[in-house]
């Protein structure tokens, strides 16, 4: 029969009130098929005598149900009511009454069926208790044939661990029953061993937090472990932080020997890193390869990459790096790398040339004169992004007014702290050196062939004035030697080139975009080698541009300014160009997005500073616009605005002393 099934029975009253009843008749027990999925019940005391009217009265059904009369003699102990309720109840205090039952039972050796064994102690406990808060022992117990760093007697009854302490065992053998456990300075590391050895992970993170209130020197490699294992960003980020201003000290812990690869890259990378020198920086890094060479020894490329050879003292470099056999073996390259930033400071741009904080130098990105409100400036505004809270600054420097009226000149960083500038349309050819260890202007020898609209750029110790205009677009090329303080002509450009930009990358001068002599723009790229005094033509530009800038890091040119609405990398090694950002702007949509802006790599990053932009009725305006792009995260943010608005103007990197 379909339906649910219930059996009915009860009292009815006649003749009287329900509560005062004059009569009592027992009702026959009726089976009831309710077809219907929901009905309502009515109290039992609205029974009729009628059957139907019983099933009626009480289920609201009308139609929809069937009564079967049953024989009188049924069972009538298993009648059920109609009306019938359900309670769910929970005793709160149950699980804890279990624990601390079963913890009174572990002391009494109560129904025991296990002996954890280490190091000559024997705690005895219930496998149960310890698998239900263990994922280490809910596989080994659950393993019959487990053969990992346990060992089970023949009663099966014996589990022997290694490499955690008796101490922290018990502590956490007691936590599996009380839920609770005491984390003190003196046992938290211990504490924390086993609790990772034993997958309990409430117990990790207490200690983690623990260590992450009170790290130290002592504890900030073991817990950058910790945060890697088990994904503790915050703590990660504390314990790194300790780490870099302690490196000095825990470079030579055996615990900083046991660290990864990548856990000491993420140190010896970092430019905060604290170390006085940078000679303990190669030591340390040495060591650790030392630790286990037969492994290590093949990964000490990429370690001495984040070494900063070129700021070890000469006669150090010399005798302790020159001259180790692994290092001629793994890392030759670097070391020419090293000698070559000896010799001329300021050509070669990577990780390896930029200074650490602890040296008291930070890369500062410079922006030189260019045109404000229609008028030349003379300002000089610098930016240090690594600082805590880098903003904008003015420095006041006493200059010539031939200088400060100047216009369209190029600009050039001259070894770390230099900066050189040449041309102009007032001037075209003045050449000025500007020191900022002295903040000073200083006079040098003139230009034999003036011009502007050209470009600079300085490459084993020789400073290369490029192209640009006066009577006509100029393909010369004129080179400056410091050490006979005269200009001389070099091999031409191909074309003739103005409005166009040039960079340094892997040892050659890049000539990028520009106007040709028709005053077309160009998607032109011409590269330099110095040794062998050629140009050569290289992969165009994606598009054509003239007013633009460029700024190098590593093997990557950056590129973008004139009417390039993208910011476009060329890689060097393989000759190549790509798009890596879109530059969002309200007037992209009308060109020359930022037309004559500044560019420089500061810290890893590129900086675009200023520029024209086009405004209401197509007019041209400048900007104070500032926009970084990180290459590691591929991110191009618009970061700190300009004091003023600005363009035209030099922007280059240079080398500062911070309090």
Partial sequence: ??????????????????????????????????????????????????????????????????????????????????IMTSLEFCHAPHAGEVLRALLEMRREGLLVDLVLSVGGTDIPCHRAVLASCSAFFRGMLGNNNCSCSCHTLSDQKKFTLQDVSPESLKLLVDYAYTSQVTITTENVMGLLEAAMLLKIRPVCDACAKFLGDNVTASTCLALMRLASEFSYPEVGKKAKEVALKNFSTIQNSREFLNLSREQVIKLISNDALNAKNEEIVFEAVMRWASHNPDQRMSEMRTMMEHVRLPFIDVDYFTKYVEANEDMKSYCSDLILEAKQCYMYPGDTLTRRTRPRYASGVRETVLNIGGITSGKPSSALTTLVPSLDKPRWQRVEVEMEDTLAEEKSFAAVAVGMCDVMISGGTSFPKDVWLYRSEHNAWSRLPEMKQGRWCHSMAALQGKVYAIGGVMYKTYDTVEQYDPSTKAWSFAKPLPEPRQNHTSTVCEGKVYVLGGRNKYISASCDVFSYEPCSKTWTVMAPMPEAASFLSAATIDSHVYVTGGCLRALFCYNASNDVWETVAQIANDVSSQGYVLEDCGMAACGNKVYVTGGKT??????????????????????????????????????????????
């Avoid at 219930?6 to 098929?33: D, H, L, M």
């Fill in 1 to 82: 029969m379909d339906g649910i099934h219930a059996c009915i029975y009860g009292w009815v009253y006649a003749n009287g009130s329900k509560s005062t009843p004059k009569t009592r008749v027992k009702t026959q027990p009726i089976f009831v098929n309710f077809k219907r999925k929901e009905m309502e019940a009515v109290s039992i005391f609205e029974l009729q005598l009628d059957d139907s009217k019983i099933a009626a009265s009480i289920f609201g059904c009308g139609s929809n149900f069937t009564t079967t009369p049953r024989p009188t003699d049924w069972d009538r102990r298993r009648y059920v009511m109609a």
């Fill in 614 to 659: 086009r405004g209401e009725r197509g007019k041209l305006r400048g900007t104070d616009a500032v926009w970084c792009y990180d290459p590691e995260d591929n991110d191009l943010l618009d970061v700190l605005p300009l004091p003023f608005k600005l363009h035209s103007h030099g922007c280059v990197t240079i080398w500062t002393h911070v309090e």
